[in-house]
Structures are given as C-alpha cells and as structure tokens.
C-alpha cells in the first residue's frame, strides 16, 4: 500500500546541507499499522512527510496503492492526496472554524456536495464520539478532544491512508490511550494502512504491527510484532526496546528523558 523506494531528502542549511533522510525503503502492506521510532532528528518526520510529498524527497520514488506520487503532476498530486489523512502532533485545526467547519473543509476543498458534506461531517464526528461537539471551537475543546477533531477530518474522504506525526506526544497517557484505540478502530472497521512517527516505545509497542527503527536518516531495522521472539539486533534497536530503561520518551541520544 505504502512503498518509498530510495527515498532521501537533503536540506541546504547555509552553504551547507543536511542530510535529514539519506536512501533508505520502506513497504508497507495494506491493513497494517506501520511505526516509525528513533531519538529526535533521526529523520522520522521527514520519512514521513515524504509519504505524501509534503516534502518533496530529493530523490527515489514514493508508491500510495501502487500509484506513483513522485510521477504525477500538482493536479493529480492533489487528487491522490485524498485519499491519505494525515494528522499532527498540534492538531493544526483552524482555530476561527467550529469542530465540523474543521472536517467539512476538506470535504469543500475535494468539491463534495453540501448536503452529501454535512451527512459526512455528522458520520466522521460520530466515528470519534463528538457528536455533539459539532458547533464548539477548537479552543473550548480539550487536547484529546481536538485531536479527535483532527482524525476525524482525516477522516472524511474515505482515505486508504492515514500518516500519523506524533499524535499522542502532547496528550497524558489515559488520553494517549483513548487515541490509539481511535487509530487501532479505524484500522481495523475501515481497512485504513497507517504510518505513526512516534518517539514513545509504548506507543508502537501498543499500536504497530510493524516497527521502523531509524537512526541518523535510515532505517536501520524493521521489527515485527507478530514475531516477538525476533528480538532487534542493531544496537540501537536493542538500547530503545531494553526494558530496563525505565522511560518510554527518548530524545537525543545522551540527553534524555523523564
Ligand atoms: N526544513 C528543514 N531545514 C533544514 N533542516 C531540516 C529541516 N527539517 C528537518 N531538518 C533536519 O533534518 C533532520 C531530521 O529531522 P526530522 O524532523 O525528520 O527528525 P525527527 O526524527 O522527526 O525528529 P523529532 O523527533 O525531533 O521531530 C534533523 O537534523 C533536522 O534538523
């Protein structure tokens, strides 16, 4: 369902440039829950933001359903991208627009019919159980409720993908929870493939069928958790699921954590 082939992308940073992802592949079959994990600056956001050319890659190719995005034109890019959700560590909701204004832009923006439109607005905030937070602004909402918000408009065009950007790393853990069985729901009654960065080891654990490590700008291994006696076997695979570091939230390496 998901396929980067080679993909890298390089920032210029001055007279410099930064390697943010360097070549690296990644497939992801359809109906699986796919978890990107690494220290902070390991390249994550990028890989991901690359599955929809959010970021352009530098070079390599990028495959939705066997679609070629990296070979479309802007039309047909913006096409395609209805059918991967995407949601964020902040939410990025409008901030003047009520809950179902929020879900029904992307409805307007893909030329849906008003009256088809506010039917689906009221199913994707039913899904995420804030039905009746239809009218209310973000601010009146609580994280997780917004966050809500933000799945549901990912929602609303029936995508075949949803990229998750840290969706939890601003929530407490009961929130955390609540989302990840939003996430793990919408998988399983909807057959949505779905690609989380997170740097929680609980979070992947809990949500991934598959888990990406990457480490300075590729992925180094991809553990299975349908294979749990297949323990990692880079070092840092093994360092981040060693269970006993007591913490679940990484950062740079060296310079952790709570
Ligand atoms: N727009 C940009 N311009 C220049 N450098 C960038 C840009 N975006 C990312 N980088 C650099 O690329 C590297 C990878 O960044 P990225 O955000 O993908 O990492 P990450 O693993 O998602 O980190 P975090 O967990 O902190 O979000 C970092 O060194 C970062 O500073």
Redesign the pocket.
């Given at each position: 369902m998901i396929t980067l082939r080679e993909v890298s992308?390089q920032?210029?940073?001055g007279r410099d440039w930064?390697?943010?992802?360097k070549p690296t592949s990644l497939h992801v079959e359809k109906g699986q829950i796919q978890g990107i994990i690494?220290?902070?600056?390991?390249?994550?956001?990028?890989?991901?933001?690359m599955a929809n050319l959010l970021e352009l890659p530098t070079a390599g190719e990028v495959y939705i359903d066997g679609q070629e995005l990296t070979g479309l034109n802007a039309g047909e890019l913006r096409e395609a991208r209805r059918s991967i959700g995407m949601i964020f560590q902040h939410y990025n909701l409008l901030s003047n627009e009520t809950c179902a204004a929020n879900v029904e832009f992307v409805l307007k923006a893909a030329n849906v019919p008003s009256k088809q439109r506010k039917r689906r607005v009221e199913e994707c905030l039913e899904i995420v159980g804030l039905a009746d937070k239809a009218r209310q602004y973000p601010a009146q909402l609580s994280g997780g409720q917004k966050q809500r918000v933000a799945i549901a408009r990912a929602l609303a065009n029936n995508p075949k993908v949803l990229l998750c950007?840290?969706p939890t790393s601003a929530l407490d853990p009961v929130t955390t929870l609540s989302i990840l069985e939003f996430l793990e729901k919408i998988n399983r009654e909807f057959q949505v493939t779905i690609m989380l960065?997170t740097?929680e080891i609980q979070v992947a654990k809990r949500l991934c069928s598959q888990i990406a490590v990457?480490e300075g700008?590729v992925i180094t291994e991809q553990l299975d958790r349908s294979r749990p006696d297949i323990e990692p076997v880079t070092p840092f695979g093994k360092f981040l699921f060693d269970t006993t570091n007591s913490s679940s939230v990484w950062?740079r390496r060296g310079e952790q954590h709570e």
């Open positions: 992308k920032y210029k940073v930064v390697d943010a992802v690494g220290f902070s600056g390991a390249g994550k956001s990028t890989l991901l933001r950007d840290e960065v740097h990457m700008g950062y």
